[in-house]
């Protein structure tokens, strides 16, 4: 595709319920990223896969999040046992696997835990 | 610990001057920074990358500077205009290609 897709692009739930976040990058970048954003605030790395290996997962905030790769395409973030601090929106992004390369974001699924 | 600062306090000029905004960062030695624009419900989006031997670039009415002995980033709008109002964020590779942002600064320009 043109660009980085994410969906859904809103997304309520109810406390306790797992959700799963997908993530298209475009074509040929094999990089990716996930990151944490909420109201207000920065984005929060969460996790970087290059091809589908994750070789750094330390922004993870707990076991309840959990993140893959099908090859070098679609990613998903899944979220288990959904708790309200975990109400933010998620941005993907994926870039080039070389230096001094820029890299594209998503829209962001937005995520609400009522 | 490493960190990246930018200015948390919202910077509000009038339209036509030069917004400055600047980034700090700790314990990191960067190849290279980047700064992203983000507007409200939207990704950030790419504005400009300066490498570790670069001491400026420039971009239309884009400056940014790097200075790696302090450890400091300066991005500078010139004649400023009120579509320039968005969150700017300063990011960096902090190992392999783990990129990190800052939590940005929010820039309002009057008309």
């Known amino acids: 595709g043109a660009g980085v897709s994410q969906s859904p692009s809103n997304k309520v739930t109810e406390k306790g319920k797992d959700v799963e976040l997908r993530c298209d990058p475009i074509s040929g970048h094999t990089a990716l990223y996930w990151y944490r954003q909420r109201l207000g605030q920065g984005l929060e790395f969460l996790i970087y896969f290059q091809g589908n290996s994750a070789p750094d997962k330390s922004g993870l905030p707990s076991d309840r999040f959990s993140a893959e790769r099908t090859g070098e395409s679609v990613s998903t973030l899944t979220i288990q046992r959904t708790q309200q601090e975990d109400s933010a929106v998620y941005l993907c992004a994926s870039s080039l696997p070389t230096e001094y390369t820029e890299a594209f974001f998503g829209q962001g699924t937005r995520l609400t835990v009522v | 610990s490493q960190k990246i600062e930018q200015n948390s306090e919202a910077l509000n000029i009038q339209e036509g001057k030069t917004a400055t905004l600047t980034c700090n960062y700790t314990n990191y030695s960067p190849a290279y920074l980047q700064w992203y624009r983000q507007d409200p419900g939207r990704g950030p989006v790419f504005l400009l990358l300066?490498?570790?031997?670069?001491k400026e670039k420039r971009k239309e009415r884009l400056k940014v500077t790097f200075d790696t002995t302090l450890k400091q980033s300066l991005f500078h709008i010139t004649a400023s205009q009120p579509a320039d109002s968005a969150t700017y964020l300063c990011?960096?590779?902090?190992?392999?290609?783990?990129?990190?942002f800052g939590a940005g600064t929010r820039l309002f320009v009057k008309a």
């Open positions: 300066i490498r570790e031997n670069e």
């Open positions: 990011a960096l590779v902090a190992g392999g290609f783990k990129t990190i």
